[in-house]
């Protein structure tokens, strides 16, 4: 087995987390806890990591967030101070004369920032990450380009028979789309057993686009991460031990390291389910809990995992 | 049913003894959940899991201390430190122990029978009879004088209480049974020292 790329984690100073710890880390890392304790905080903190901080990733995170370029009453203060302000622990005021930085990493070797120096010691690595409204369609061509006619491509058949067994065959298409966002974009078709007539995967159903795009970013991040916002959204529960598995067996064959949320209990049982297979020891679910300002994680591996399950233990 | 605040038991024997003291007490059923964690090893195995329940606010661990007392309240103390407990007292306390942390669920601990000398259930529920009892000091020489032991020594009291147990009103009684046959007194002062406990762990209204 390939070493991890995080065998552990610390953040320091970044949004909700003044230090957070983790002193170990799996393969398939499963986060979850309540609303607003920084699940997604954390995943950002994972991409920018990820991606040595990287400014496209680093402006993708504001955006969704709304905190870019926000208004403020000295029309002195750099725009750029004034937005990236939000990522620091407890929003202060950035300047040259206030040096505040961030770290994320391992234990042993992180990643730090400040908006004077950029990242220092960090090394980009492969990375996908899919938020709760999936890959854009540019990006799907883009993915699907970096793995066609390559033995990868046999990964989405796997996903999408994990719904439909009756899949015979997957391929992009040109959409007929004359505007809007599939516009001169070419989208996933499947083809039916028996049948002869291609269909829009997005028209068989949303698990079935939720389980390609694992497929498909799984495909493309060996030796990388990826990280994956509320996993369970769109996936029927029957569905989710079989596409647990599925990510398993990919993130180690390809030295991947997964992070995943969740708010789903059927999903925790998913995961333990897989997790309790011999071969798939290898995952962890953290749960974060807020005290006051402080966020302390709490980690079930494969033993603690099993005993939660057979003694119907809450975890989230 | 709480899932908040949770008594761990080793055995079925000590949930319905419980139920039955409780009751006896009028301490109300659904305020806290025993739970039935079929004997001390996998009690030992598990508890770390059980004090990370998601919900938990109040953790109670009841546990026979058979042979050793202080060879069980090290093990206990041992995983609790694990834990990230890190004032336990180098003691049980002898009205039951409870352990606050900030951040952490409560934790209390009973070591059977009364958390000053080692022993099991069955030596606590020789606690709750009056000591002019006669026919306890006739199972108590009926025991010392049998012909053949094929028992040990630390099941002494065990095979005394099903002596006693045998040779009630309604012989062969379960231990919650007899309580409410006044076969054990349930107001003796050992039960009153365990419902205390319980009372104060769970911050129950004390009655």
């Known amino acids: ?316 | 049913m709480s899932t908040k605040n949770v008594l761990l038991v080793e055995g079925k024997n000590d949930e319905h003894l419980l139920y039955a003291l409780l009751e006896h007490h009028a301490v109300p059923k659904n305020s806290f959940r025993i739970k039935d964690k079929q004997g001390w090893e996998k009690l030992r195995r598990e508890l770390d899991v059980e004090i990370d329940a998601s919900d938990l606010e109040c953790l109670g661990i009841l546990v026979d201390t058979d042979a050793s007392l202080n060879g069980r309240w090290q093990a206990l103390c041992d995983i609790l430190q694990k834990c990230g407990y890190t004032s336990i007292p180098s003691q049980p306390n002898a009205l039951g122990t409870i352990i606050e942390q900030s951040g952490k669920p409560r934790i209390g601990v009973w070591l059977m029978p009364n958390n000053k000398k080692s022993g099991m259930l069955e030596d606590f529920l020789q606690m709750l009879i009056p000591s002019e009892n006669v026919l306890w000091a006739y199972a108590q020489r009926c025991v010392e004088e049998l012909p053949e032991r094929l028992f040990s020594s630390t099941h002494n009291s065990k095979a005394t209480t099903y002596t006693y147990l045998a040779w009630q009103e309604q012989p062969g009684q379960l231990f919650s049974v007899a309580v409410k046959a006044n076969s054990f007194d349930a107001n003796a002062q050992p039960a009153q020292e365990l419902i205390s406990w319980i009372q104060r762990l769970f911050l129950l209204p004390l009655l």
């Open chain 1, 1 to 316: 087995m390939s070493q991890l790329l995080l065998p552990s984690l610390e953040i320091k100073g970044f949004r909700g987390f003044q230090h957070l710890r983790i002193e170990n880390l799996q393969r398939v890392n499963l986060i979850v806890g309540k609303n607003s304790v920084g699940k997604t905080s954390l995943l950002e903190a994972l991409w920018l990591y990820a991606s040595d901080w990287n400014k496209y990733v680093e402006s993708g995170i504001l955006r969704e967030r709304n905190e870019e370029r926000q208004a403020h009453y000295d029309p002195k203060e750099l725009d750029y101070n004034n937005s990236v302000r939000h990522l620091f622990f407890n929003r202060p005021t950035l300047s040259s004369n206030n040096p505040l930085e961030i770290s994320i990493g391992s234990v042993e070797s992180p990643m730090t920032f400040s908006i004077d120096t950029g990242a220092r010691n960090g090394t980009p690595r492969a990375h996908i990450i899919i938020p709760v409204g999936g890959l854009s369609p540019h990006e799907i061509e883009q993915a699907w380009d970096a793995i066609a006619l390559t033995e990868r491509q046999d990964y989405l058949l796997e996903a999408l028979r994990i719904i439909e067994p009756s899949i015979a065959d997957v391929n992009m298409i040109a959409s007929q789309a004359r505007g809007g966002t599939y516009a001169g974009r070419r989208v996933p078709f499947v083809r039916m057993n028996g049948t002869n007539i291609p269909v829009p995967l997005r028209s068989v159903g949303e698990g079935m686009m939720r389980m390609f795009v694992f497929a498909l970013a799984l495909a493309n991040a060996d030796n990388g991460f990826l990280l994956v916002d509320e996993i369970e959204s769109g996936i029927h529960y029957s569905v989710q031990p079989d596409m647990w598995q599925l990510i398993f067996r990919i993130a180690q064959q390809l030295n991947i390291q997964v992070f995943a949320t969740t708010h789903s209990w059927d999903c925790i049982e998913g995961f333990q389910n897989a997790v309790a297979k011999e071969g798939f020891d290898d995952g962890l679910v953290v749960r974060l809990e807020k005290h006051g300002d402080e966020v302390t994680s709490t980690l079930f591996d494969a033993r603690r995992l099993s005993i939660a399950t057979n003694e119907l233990i809450e975890i989230r």
